[in-house]
């Protein structure tokens, strides 16, 4: 079996699709109800209500959520008896608009529930159902809150005697304090290297795992065995696959920018260290503005969750975001044109994860614009 120099962290919750784990939520919501029929807007005062819905995630859009709820009104005038009930239900909680927000703001932004389930009400159990619209902010990395509004509906039956047949039906407006387990985030273990870093004079922590180089054939010592080596007789980095930093010669350069994943941000700055990729794509802007006739495409790429629309317009942006990067270096946006691929262009198909998020440096001809065509 061929060894492999890079491996990937896992991830689990596909846009759209079922979680491999799942993300667990919890919503309180408690709120002031009003009394849309009769004789219950008579009898009673505007009612309190409360909430709690426990879920877990489907899929990034759909959670199935447990309810229950409590609701008390004070007794209107000339009457003699306070009202209140409780409930269990099972519901859907449905996310519409999650699919063009990043996967760690699933539980953000507009959302539709439904539920349905058992009502108790002084001496009577009866069918009851709800349904809510709100909107959710986020407070902190777990934490929700927004306002929904609700309309409930107990159901009497016509045939109890005694009683009025009469829906009692009330409207809600609430605050949604919504907390959630946090979505699956990838864990990339570091490995050390038995070989000196070579590129750059001082190399940054590598978030790419190697193998141990002892272990493979590595014929230009440069830390990248030669089945993984992109250029196997020339020196180059890890995160370019060991090809030398050279976008301006004509074959197209693979920079592993270690985006995390559904993000187009450049990695974060560790305190007293340049960033990740910062002495990489400085050698990319060196070398471009060395050559006053080079121009180049700056493709960006995606790994393959999520849609395919909402792919390649992230890797539009990661290709932006380089593009940003090497401007601010000094060289010019018309020089480095982007383009995003999404994710049809892997180059570790069966690993389709990490290796997938990076860019690409194509060096274009005169009048010659970016291409979709993948290259090998």
């Known amino acids: 079996m061929r060894r492999t120099f890079l491996t990937i962290g896992l991830l689990s919750l596909a846009l759209g699709g079922t979680s491999s784990a799942q993300d667990f939520t919890f919503n309180a919501e408690p709120g002031v109800a009003f009394w849309v029929d009769q004789p219950q807007a008579d009898r009673f005062t505007p009612a309190f209500t409360l909430a709690l819905r426990p879920g877990v995630s489907l899929s990034r859009s759909l959670d199935a959520q447990l309810s229950y709820s409590l609701v008390y009104a004070d007794l209107g005038e000339g009457y003699d008896e306070a009202g209140s009930g409780q409930s269990v239900m099972g519901g859907l909680r449905f996310h519409p608009f999650v699919a063009w927000r990043p996967l760690a703001d699933r539980t953000q932004g507009l959302f539709l529930d439904t539920n349905l389930g058992w009502v108790r009400t002084g001496g009577l159990d009866r069918l009851g159902f709800d349904a809510g619209v709100g909107y959710n902010v986020e407070v902190s990395e777990r934490f929700t809150l927004g306002p929904v509004i609700r309309f409930s509906q107990i159901v009497q039956a016509d045939n109890v005697p005694g009683v009025n047949p009469n829906d009692a039906q009330y409207l809600g407006i609430a605050l949604d304090f919504g907390f959630s387990s946090g979505s699956e985030t990838e864990t990339i273990t570091e490995l050390p290297t038995n070989h000196p870093p070579l590129w ?25 065995c030669d089945a993984e080596d992109r250029c196997p007789s020339e020196v180059g980095p890890v995160a370019a696959l060991g090809c030398p930093i050279d976008p301006c010669s004509g074959k197209p350069l693979i920079v592993l920018v270690q985006f995390e994943y559904d993000s187009d941000a450049m990695p974060a700055r560790i305190v007293g260290r340049p960033q990740t990729m910062d002495p990489i794509l400085d050698a990319v802007a060196d070398a471009i503005a060395q050559d006053p006739s080079c121009r180049v495409c700056i493709v960006g790429n995606a790994s393959e969750e999520g849609p395919d629309a909402y792919n390649q317009a992230l890797s539009l942006r990661r290709a932006e975001a380089v593009q940003s990067y090497l401007i601010d270096r000094g060289l010019s946006s018309s020089r480095m044109p982007t383009i995003g691929l999404g994710s049809s262009c892997p180059i570790v198909p069966e690993t389709s994860r990490l290796l997938n998020r990076r860019v690409e440096f194509r060096r274009l001809q005169e009048g010659e614009s970016c291409s979709t065509v993948c290259v090998e």
């Open 200 to 224: 750059p004079p001082t190399t940054p922590p590598e978030v790419i795992v190697v193998t141990d180089p002892l272990s493979c054939m590595d014929t230009d010592s440069d830390g990248v």
